[in-house]
């Protein structure tokens, strides 16, 4: 009579034919890589605190380029022109390394043209308010414009948005 196989030997005898292709390898590399970036992400910048800058900074020595790369663009599509974030430019910087001055400081002229425009878009739309307002004969000291609820501020903000948004993604792709 045959033999009986148990499943531990048929699953290893199935197994020791499987074998994994130079593709998957690189993908399963490349996911290790963004979670080790995600994982010091979340640790050191959004749970973290000020004083978790220098434990960051220890743990960047250890780790391959790669994973930099990675952190770096998680940090740029954090970055948020309407607040932008001292600790996210601080953390940029100490990764970025030698090209810290460069990217991060495109960030700032960015975040500051941003408000520039904003500001300006802000006043335009208040100038607009001003003159349909004095057009129906209501004016004085008690009326109070507000920009934010006009018809046109919400594609104002989002022309802007997407102005900036498209910016910062073309610095991105240079970083890359």
Request: cysteine-free; glycine content about 6%.
């Amino acid at each position: 009579m045959g033999e009986i196989k148990s499943t531990l030997d048929l699953v290893n005898e199935k197994m020791g034919k499987l074998t994994i292709s130079p593709e998957e390898r690189e993908r399963y590399r490349r996911e290790k890589v963004k979670d080790a970036a995600r994982i010091l992400f979340n640790r050191y910048v959004i749970e973290g605190s000020q004083k978790n800058l220098q434990a960051l900074k220890q743990a960047l020595e250890g780790v391959e380029n790669g994973v930099k790369q990675v952190l770096v663009n998680e940090i740029v599509s954090h970055f948020s022109f309407e607040d932008p974030s001292p600790v996210l430019l601080e953390v940029l910087e100490m990764v970025l390394g030698d090209r810290r001055h460069e990217i991060a400081g495109a960030l700032r002229r960015l975040s500051e043209s941003y408000q520039r425009e904003k500001t300006k878009g802000v006043q335009e739309i208040a100038d607009q308010l001003r003159a349909e307002l004095a057009r129906r004969a209501i004016t004085g000291s008690a009326v109070k414009l507000n920009p934010n609820a006009s018809p046109g501020w919400a594609d104002f903000i989002g022309q802007l948005k997407k102005k900036y948004e498209d910016k910062k993604k073309r610095l991105l792709d240079s970083v890359s």
